[in-house]
Nanobody, 115 residues
């Protein structure tokens, strides 16, 4: 199984930066596909970014050039570096892990961007 704990959320002004962390308790970290999702109040949850075991990455169009997903296999942690934050980035951010056909979710961390 995979246990996920997100951290790093908080309040920031527009144009600021935050780095989210997702710590995974697993012996198979290097084999996992990780994704960051977000859900704003009253809106559908959306995929923000994902990273494969081979460090292939992809991003939703709205965050390209601003967000960077990365992973540190030695620390069993995946990160989401968020720069030039905008009010529309305000949401609860969730870490998701895919291993084989199993899916695991963290409890989320709140990011609030003020204008």
């Amino acid at each position: 199984q995979v246990q996920l704990v997100e951290s790093g959320g908080g309040l920031v002004q527009a144009g600021g930066s935050l780095r989210l962390s997702c710590a995974a308790s697993t012996s198979t970290f290097s084999f996992i596909l990780f994704g960051w999702y977000r859900q704003a109040p009253g809106k559908q949850r959306e995929l923000v970014a994902h990273i494969s075991r081979d460090d292939l990455t992809a991003y939703v169009e709205s965050v390209k050039g601003r967000f960077t997903i990365s992973r540190d296999n030695a620390k069993n942690t995946v990160y989401l570096q968020m720069n030039n934050l905008k009010p529309e980035d305000t949401a609860v951010y969730y870490c998701k892990a895919d291993l084989d056909y199993m899916h695991y979710w963290g409890k989320g961390t709140l990011v609030t961007v003020s204008s």
